[in-house]
């Protein structure tokens, strides 16, 4: 049987960059591998829509999220958490493990943190030093509006600091316009790559409180000595050489296509998969959907986690359950990455197929057609 990978990370890689981690070994300290570090950097930038330098680090997408507190917020200074959903909270954990005080801006799972939530928390606390916020909330399926976080916090001394780990490459992100000061990624979800490369840019306010932190609270993820080896496309560290040389070849798939052209193509899989859905019955969860991936809830009497397992068990289809609270209550869809027209269709039509077995009424099709209109008028 087939099996589809269609979860919001790992998400499928492409067939011609696999075969790049068969090469053989090289050395990293070499004059070769300088000037492919320097390539991918260079391409990273025009997917983040920077001019600020990328900092490539040996770690999942956490990773970022963590070097972006620790080296730019010193201990018990306060920051401002924008939380909408797992994602948002792990902002708030890592503050509570470098002991930053954190102020929380919370909507229930599913809404999303609309931009006057944050102006009134900026207004109540002018010595917050950064905001931390979410573009795509995997775990909800919510987008945030980050060019308008952008806007009001551009205005004040805080830092703006993004987790764009799932929607970076998959809906609209444009880290300088926005006023991003630290952007963070990792390899495995919009990038088409395994897990284990983290990136984030740093502009010019971020490294300016980077450099006032005299005492940054990490050895590995020291940015300031990234910084300092990047002048000579060097890691301080052995870097993760055979990803970075096989994202090169990803990131060529990208920018062959045209960072705008993967939102707008992003953007009709989200709504072929929303239609089809919807005309399932199936009701969207998010508010304010992102188009990185599409979360349905549940009909009445049907369990996400009986639903996933049959999909997968029967038909090779991985999709993703809720988290904690949301298990069993929805469904996730990720269309992020190396993934076409035909896994959404083939998603829809599993999830048909498994809808019809346990007894739900639909009409064989009907989801399928809902997407198949919105892919034919593209
Ligand atoms: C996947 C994801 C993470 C976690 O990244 P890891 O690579 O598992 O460390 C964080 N934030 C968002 C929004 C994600 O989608």
């Given at each position: ?90 902002w708030k954990n890592i503050a509570k493990a470098f002991n930053i005080e954190s102020i929380n801006v919370t909507v229930p799972y599913g809404q999303a943190v609309q931009p006057d939530q944050l102006a009134k928390a900026l207004a109540d606390h002018p010595d917050a030093i950064a905001v931390c916020s979410t573009l795509s909330e995997t775990s ?239």
């Open positions: 049987m087939k099996q589809r990978l269609l979860t919001p990370g790992p998400t499928p890689v492409p067939e011609e960059t696999l075969l790049e981690f068969a090469r053989p070994m090289i050395f990293h300290r070499t004059a070769e591998f300088r000037v492919l570090l320097a390539e991918v950097l260079a391409d990273l930038q025009t997917i983040f829509c920077t001019k600020n330098l990328i900092i490539p680090l040996t770690a999942s997408g956490t990773g970022a999220l963590e070097a972006a507190l620790a080296n730019s917020v010193p201990a018990g200074a306060k920051i401002i958490c924008l939380i909408a959903g797992r994602f948002g909270e792990r909800t399926g919510v987008g945030h509006d980050i060019a308008a976080f952008g806007k009001l916090i551009a205005k004040t001394p805080a830092l703006h600091i993004v987790d764009a780990i799932s929607g970076l490459g998959a809906m609209e992100c444009r880290t300088d316009e926005w006023q991003i000061d630290i952007n963070c990624t990792g390899s495995q979800k919009a990038l088409m790559m395994p897990p284990g490369l983290a990136f984030l840019s740093v502009s010019d306010k971020a490294w300016q409180a980077i450099d006032k932190n005299a005492n940054p609270r990490t050895f590995y993820f020291d940015l300031k000595k990234a910084k300092k080896n990047l002048e000579t496309s060097d890691t301080p560290y052995t870097p993760a050489h055979t990803m970075i040389r096989a994202m090169r070849v990803s990131l060529k798939k990208i920018l062959a296509e045209g960072i705008e052209n993967v939102w707008a193509r992003q953007k009709r899989y989200a709504e072929a998969a929303r239609a089809g859905f919807q005309a399932l019955g199936l009701e969207l969860f998010p508010a304010q959907p992102n188009t990185a991936l599409t979360v349905v809830k549940m009909p009445a009497g049907i369990d996400s986690t009986t639903l996933l397992t049959k999909l997968e068990k029967q038909y090779g289809l991985k999709l993703a359950n809720g988290q904690d609270t949301l298990k069993g209550k929805i469904i996730r869809l990720a269309h992020m990455g190396y993934i076409d027209q035909f896994d959404i269709l083939a998603a829809l039509g599993g999830v048909e197929l498994v809808l019809l077995e346990m007894g739900h009424r639909i009409e064989p099709g009907a989801g399928l057609s809902a997407a198949q209109r919105v892919f034919a008028k593209a």
